[in-house]
């Protein structure tokens, strides 16, 4: 397996900058994996393809305002910083710009609030250990703005703070959305429920490893980042009850694959919670997981090698050139793929 083996030709104009006028009005790709058959949907046609007893796994993070613009308080100077996650003693891991200026001992302040970050430490990857002397989530509120993905070439637009987040978006904590859910709306819910259809959260906060370019040829030698997960009683209880009925495991995107494989024992599935650097790429055994919902995906990245992992290299390669030809929509606020 070579990193070259995951690569195709996509042209720029196909990559999505902003979402569609309505969310259920993203195109839908549908792979049948039993008869190598490729059909093309709108998004809102997905419960045509959903059986009573199903049950499908979302992931219920919730996109911080995690992008804050200061300046440096010596000198002036401007700097960018993403947030990644708090930690234990109370500093936040964060990103910066520019990076070789920043060193510890560096204040941040932030124009129109009395809040300062210092740096305490410089990580080994470039990440910078940051303690702030105020309160981080109201500067996020009131300062802080949507991280969107280095693709989408334009800056920050109202319609991003809503549409970059799932309806059913509860728990923030991540710095890019679980795309593949930026498709259901709510009434789009309503019909799973009336359709006999089990819906079962899990929690994985998405850090900035999602867009972390695969740099070995031997992908197998690339190492992810960790990312925090959750699995409660409830969700397996939802999910062993569709089992039992004999409905399907049905994945919205990739980040519920890697907490429901992560989370799959020899017994079955069990709640918990921690970090995994689950890395999933051909040859897997997906044992929790029957169907997938998931977006089009970077050339050479591991997004894609875990749904050609599901769904095999071929096929899936194949599904991109079609996608390309009919001019689909890619990447983030791209159209969506069900491969079933």
């Given at each position: 397996m070579k990193l070259s083996d995951f690569d195709y030709e996509l042209p720029p104009s196909l990559i999505a900058q902003r979402p569609t006028d309505q969310r259920d009005?993203?195109?839908?790709?549908?792979?049948?994996?039993s008869t190598r058959q490729i059909s093309h949907h709108l998004f809102r046609d997905l419960l045509e393809f959903l059986r009573t007893d199903d049950c499908i796994v979302v992931n219920e993070t919730r996109v911080r305002r995690a992008r804050l613009f200061g300046h440096r308080r010596e000198t002036g100077g401007a700097v960018e910083v993403l947030?990644?996650?708090?930690?234990e003693d109370g500093t936040w891991e964060g990103m910066v710009r520019p990076g070789r200026r920043l060193r510890e001992g560096v204040e941040i302040v932030f124009e129109g609030v009395p809040v300062v970050a210092r740096v305490e430490e410089v990580f080994p990857d470039g990440h910078r250990r940051l303690r702030f002397d105020g309160d981080v989530e109201a500067l996020m509120e009131s300062r802080g703005h949507v991280p969107l993905p280095p693709y989408i070439d334009r800056s920050e637009e109202a319609q991003d703070a809503d549409?970059?987040?799932?309806?059913?978006?509860?728990?923030?904590?991540?710095?890019?959305?679980p795309t593949a859910g930026l498709h259901f709306t709510e009434a789009m819910f309503e019909g799973v429920v009336r359709q006999g259809v089990g819906v079962a959260r899990v929690l994985l906060h998405v850090g900035p490893g999602t867009f972390r370019p695969v740099e070995s040829d031997d992908p197998t030698r690339h190492r992810m980042h960790s990312e925090y997960y959750e699995m409660d009683t409830e969700a397996v209880g939802a999910i062993q009850d569709a089992g039992r009925a004999?409905?399907?495991?049905?994945?919205?995107?990739?980040?519920?694959?890697?907490?429901?494989?992560?989370?799959?024992?020899?017994?079955?599935?069990?709640?918990?919670?921690?970090?995994?650097?689950?890395?999933?790429?051909?040859?897997?055994?997906?044992?929790?997981?029957?169907?997938?919902?998931?977006?089009?995906?970077?050339?050479?990245?591991?997004?894609?090698?875990?749904?050609?992992?599901?769904?095999?290299?071929?096929?899936?390669?194949?599904?991109?050139?079609?996608?390309?030809?009919e001019e689909y929509r890619f990447y983030s606020y791209g159209d969506a793929m069900l491969i079933l």
């Open positions: 009005g993203s195109r839908l790709m549908v792979l049948d994996r947030l990644v996650r708090p930690l549409r970059y987040q799932t309806v059913y978006a509860r728990r923030p904590g991540a710095v890019a959305a004999g409905g399907r495991t049905i994945a919205v995107g990739t980040t519920t694959v890697r907490v429901l494989e992560t989370v799959r024992g020899e017994e079955g599935l069990a709640p918990g919670s921690g970090w995994t650097d689950i890395f999933i790429y051909p040859p897997f055994e997906f044992r929790a997981v029957d169907a997938l919902i998931t977006n089009f995906h970077l050339p050479r990245s591991t997004l894609l090698m875990l749904v050609s992992a599901f769904a095999g290299r071929e096929f899936v390669l194949e599904a991109y050139e079609t996608a390309v030809e």
